[in-house]
């Protein structure tokens, strides 16, 4: 007898930010939004994201100013992949 946890699953997204300054990158899977983290301008940046209520969530990103903001953007999150987000 094995006693034990089920492996959790690992969801996680590549943010590609093509716009000329930092966004700052979140999420909503229906249960409200969660911050993820900056992207600067012209990088690309991986966020994982644990245990979401959905699998489908809303990506929005934001400048510091508040002034741009881009989405939301759906993704449909995959276990063991990085789905890409790009933020134009």
């Known amino acids: 007898m094995s006693v034990g946890t089920a492996p959790t699953p690992v969801f996680a997204i590549a943010v590609t930010n093509s716009t000329g300054e ?3 990158v ?3 899977d229906g249960s409200g939004r969660r911050a993820l983290g900056a992207v600067a301008a012209g ?3 991986r966020f994982v994201i644990a245990q979401p ?3 489908t969530v809303n990506v929005t990103a934001r400048n510091a100013a508040g002034t741009r903001s ?3 953007i ?3 999150l995959v276990a063991g992949e ?3 987000v790009n933020l134009r």
């Open 53 to 55: 209520a959905r699998t």
């Open 43 to 45: 990088a690309t940046d």
């Open 22 to 24: 930092e966004m700052i």
């Open 26 to 28: 979140s999420y909503d």
């Open 82 to 84: 990085t789905r890409p």
């Open 74 to 76: 759906a993704v449909d």
């Open 70 to 72: 881009v989405g939301p």
